[in-house]
């Protein structure tokens, strides 16, 4: 059973490097017994939301426990019914950096019925959790959250920026981060930090992460498998099936997001062929969704940027602009969101390279962490909004319906530095 995960996950050597455990199960199960007594103390850490690739009918129940235990989430429609349970697999995550192994469970949540409001909670034994909300995609409008590069060495600041943006959109319906989730990716220290300062907002909301090259690099700062990153979180399946979690795409409303990797340098000693496979995987997936709106997000920026003191880093289309535009132009996609440069560029609508309206509008999300770049970056003359220096935290909400995408970036305290709207 520890093979058809590791399969799934398609990194063999995790078995030897960094997990062990049980298979991950999954799946609307039995009616669990009504009349059984329990006791509400448990507590899961990091309990959390994620998304699936059909958000109206599924969703993914993650948390952590320092022990292994035969562990269950129980499910109902909001305010009582019948209760429902999943069995909940789990797979031991090696600490370091100070942290302890813990144990990483999991259930999968199919069979849901679109917009119904839920509760679900966690149970081992009569032991159980409070309940907590689950609400399913009701395939109309909806708000949503962007978190760009949250990478610290505080990560007080994430939570700080995290708050904000809760407050900012409390009707958020899921969120989004950009990729460099953490500074090291095999630092499980920075993980549990980066957690911990998502507090609650993912008990009630899925994440939607974007893998960074941040996620790639060893506690010694060598390039290397995302281990942490694919153990702390379960994606949909409907990328690559040899490249399991390191692309996929999903569906929330009126819109397709297809969830890129841009990480073939760190990751060409084991996927020589990444990019070649994304591509072809990555056109299947845009023609095939029937959603009014596709939006692209990926980390590493389509633009490539002059740097102030490198005169011989010239302005124009990064590698993997020249690589993926392209295939954004053909197949019409709508909005192209990034990451990476630690600061907010709206850039307007390019196409063949070009300012021209028939292309997807592109939007570089900006920080959401501690890691800044002062006067690093010029500006590039496809720039049309920067926001104001020096570059502080900020956030994005993402308003969406059939006829309209809204695009605004706010700073935590609430004022908004720039707004894009898309209408069909």
Avoid at 39 to 57: C, F, G, K, Y
Avoid at 110 to 123: F, I, N, S, V
Avoid at 134 to 139: I, N, Q
Avoid at 241 to 262: E, K, M, Q
Wanted: proline share 5%.
């Amino acid at each position: 059973m520890r093979d058809q995960w590791m399969k799934r996950a398609g990194i063999g050597v995790l078995a030897a490097v960094l997990l062990a455990g049980s298979a991950l199960l999954g799946g609307c199960g039995q009616r669990a017994d009504a009349g059984e007594a329990v006791i509400t103390d448990m507590e899961p850490e990091a309990l959390r939301q994620v998304v699936a690739s059909d958000n109206q009918h599924g969703r993914t129940i993650m948390w952590q426990q320092i022990r292994e235990e035969t562990a269950s989430v129980e499910y109902r429609t909001e305010g009582g019914g019948t209760i429902r349970s999943v069995q909940a697999g789990s797979r031991l995550l090696k600490g370091n950096r100070g942290e302890p192994d813990r144990y990483i469970y999991e259930a999968r949540l199919d069979g849901l019925e679109p917009g119904e409001a839920y509760e679900y909670r966690t149970r081992a034994g009569n032991h159980v959790s409070p309940w907590h909300r689950l609400t399913a995609d009701d395939g109309g409008a909806f708000t949503a959250l962007i978190f760009p590069d949250t990478q610290s060495q505080d990560y007080g600041v994430w939570r700080a920026v995290a708050e904000a943006g809760r407050k900012q959109a409390p009707d958020a319906e899921f969120f989004i981060n950009m990729g460099d989730l953490v500074d090291c990716g095999q630092d499980e220290y920075q993980w549990q930090a980066w957690l911990q300062g998502a507090g609650d907002l993912f008990r009630t909301m899925p994440v939607a992460p974007v893998i960074g090259n941040h996620e790639a690099y060893s506690l010694d700062w060598k390039m290397t498998l995302p281990e942490r990153y694919l153990a702390h979180f379960t994606l949909p399946d409907n990328g690559d099936p040899s490249l399991a979690g390191l692309f996929y795409s999903f569906d929330w409303g009126p819109v397709h997001f297809t969830v890129l990797n841009t990480q073939a340098e760190e990751l060409r000693e084991w996927y020589p062929d990444l990019f070649e496979k994304e591509l072809a995987w990555l056109e299947q997936d845009l023609s095939g969704t029937k959603q009014p709106w596709k939006v692209v997000l990926m980390h590493r920026d389509s633009l490539q940027y002059r740097i102030a003191s490198r005169p011989e880093r010239k302005e124009g289309i990064s590698p993997e602009g020249e690589i993926f535009m392209p295939v954004f132009d053909r197949m019409r996609v709508d909005a192209v969101l990034s990451a990476h440069l630690h600061t907010y560029r709206n850039r307007g609508h390019i196409y063949d390279f070009q300012r021209d309206a028939r292309g997807p509008l592109y939007i570089l999300t900006g920080v959401a962490g501690d890691v800044r770049y002062p006067n690093l970056w010029t500006n590039h003359a496809l720039d049309v909004t920067v926001a104001p220096q020096p570059e502080t935290d900020n956030f994005l909400t993402m308003e969406a319906d059939a006829d309209r995408l809204c695009f605004r970036a706010w700073l935590p305290d609430g004022t908004q530095i720039d707004e894009a709207v898309l209408t069909k």
